[in-house]
């Protein structure tokens, strides 16, 4: 049994060592996101794990014995799960290892922005102490929170914001109205959410259909005090029409803890990263020292449940089982 490891960022992968090597098998860590050389490493894996690399159809077909892929964390945008299925490979994720720490900290981003502490930092630092060189603030109680997507993560968050007095609305086609009005939340349509958010936190995987839903078209239909908080993947926002629309006035602000240019510096990214109305943490919104050790523990027991013949509870496509 050979189980390889694709690239990951973590401090060591002692538990997966451990775990691979006490049912007999051996684990390779490749630490790589080169196509040809990921090809090469998987090539006779029985189950891989990955975090940034992209599992491609060409990897995929390179696979001879592959049984399983398990991403390293919620979203699953990094593996061709058709291609995987096509092959009979199961793709699982780890989708509650951050709950807690995701909605936290999507919540200090807002926080952050509705405070303008951005602009209150750099007064305190440049010794200036006078509320007239503080942009407008205005009070958290009775604003809209919107949330497009609304999993796990989503609800806690509206629970948390809903505690501090805001009125939730949700956009979320797999969401039931029955659950929206268990949550105190409003179901309402993507523009609604638009027109009438004050902040909205971006909980949605990424997709065809959700790439770039946040765009030229959609910022010119928020509130001009309205600000993004997306803690969820930066494809879902076109960085480019978002500087625009900070440039026009047609939003307030941002707070931004994933970007579509994360793997690579960017005019477009270091535009965000010094822009004085965007707040921008380096996708750490996952991370705690408990979330670390149960995402590494919870993808490595998924990968060894599949090589003993058990549904990993993770699993993404389900048809992978049905066809078996």
């Not at 390179?62 to 199961?90: F, H, K, L, S």
């Not at 009775?142 to 968050?157: N, R």
């Not at 409003?186 to 971006?202: H, N, P």
Request: glycine residues 6%.
């Amino acid at each position: 049994m050979k189980v390889v490891i694709t690239d990951h960022r973590f401090p060591d992968v002692q538990q997966e060592q451990r775990a691979v090597e006490q049912a007999g098998g051996t684990l390779v860590v490749a630490q790589t996101t080169d196509e040809q050389q990921l090809a090469q490493a998987c090539s006779d894996a029985d189950a891989v794990l990955n975090v940034r690399a992209q599992v491609t159809r060409r990897v995929i077909a390179a696979m001879q014995r592959c049984r399983i892929i398990v991403r390293y964390g919620i979203g699953v945008d990094t593996v061709d799960i058709p291609a995987a299925t096509e092959r009979g490979i199961m793709v699982a994720n780890v989708p509650d290892y951050c709950v807690d720490e995701v909605s936290d900290h999507a919540l200090t981003l807002l926080l952050t922005l509705s405070r303008q502490m951005n602009a209150a930092i750099s007064l305190a630092r440049e010794d200036i102490w006078t509320m007239s060189k503080m942009p407008p603030l205005h009070r958290l109680r009775g604003q809209t929170c919107g949330l497009l997507g609304c999993g796990k993560i989503g609800s806690l968050l509206a629970g948390k914001v809903s505690a501090l007095g805001m009125h939730v609305i949700v956009c979320d086609p797999f969401l039931s109205e029955d659950r929206a009005r268990d949550m105190g939340a409003e179901l309402v349509s993507f523009d609604a959410l638009l027109e009438r958010s004050d902040f909205i936190s971006l909980h949605a995987p990424l997709n065809e259909k959700t790439r770039h839903i946040l765009g030229k078209q959609a910022f010119p239909k928020m509130k001009k005090n309205a600000s993004i908080i997306n803690t969820a993947r930066g494809g879902l926002i076109d960085e480019a029409a978002l500087i625009d629309a900070l440039r026009a006035g047609d939003i307030a602000g941002a707070g931004l803890d994933v970007l579509e240019s994360e793997t690579q510096v960017t005019p477009v990214r270091k535009a965000l990263v010094t822009h004085p109305k965007v707040i921008v943490t380096p996708h750490t919104a996952w991370l705690s020292t408990e979330a670390r050790v149960t995402l590494q523990a919870k993808a490595i027991e998924q990968a060894l449940a599949c090589l003993k013949g058990e549904v990993p509870y993770g699993l993404i496509n389900h048809e992978v089982v049905k066809s078996r």
